[in-house]
């Protein structure tokens, strides 16, 4: 059966503040800018989970998008949105919540509960212009 790529759009708020324990707040300041304001900022971030495999004779699909839909809300949703990743997303209590540490943490949440048999790609917008994407 030919190899598709299915796509399946989510969003979340958050708040986060980007800064490094180990460098001085001024060193923060310069590296990371207004993103390192000490009171946080927020983004509404736009998520995008791509999975690529065969589609299947009987059900016509490649993933029940349904259940896609599902894993994104309880494992990505439910836990990132309206929070504060610094202060209340257990991933980011040592790991810095930049827009490429977010997606990793989302495709390593995501890939436990899909199958190997299908890619994984996560591409996650931070605003209309910054994105990025990971497959791993």
Known sequence: MPRITIHRKA????????FNPNWSDERNIEVFGKCSNPHYHGHNYE??????GEIDPETGYVY?????K??????????????????????????????????????DKL?????KK????????ETPRNYVTYSG
Do not use: C, M, Q
């Open 64 to 68: 029940d998008l349904g259940k896609l």
């Open 70 to 107: 599902d894993l994104i809300k309880l494992h990505v949703e439910d836990s990132f949105d309206h929070k504060n990743l610094n202060i209340e997303v257990e991933e980011f209590k040592d790991l810095n919540p930049s827009v490429e540490n977010i997606a990793v943490v989302i495709y």
């Open 118 to 125: 299908y890619d994984l790609e996560i591409t996650l917008y």
């Open 11 to 18: 969003h979340f708020n958050a708040a986060h503040r980007l």
């Open 47 to 52: 998520l995008i989970v791509s999975l690529t």
């Open 111 to 115: 890939r436990v509960k899909i199958e």
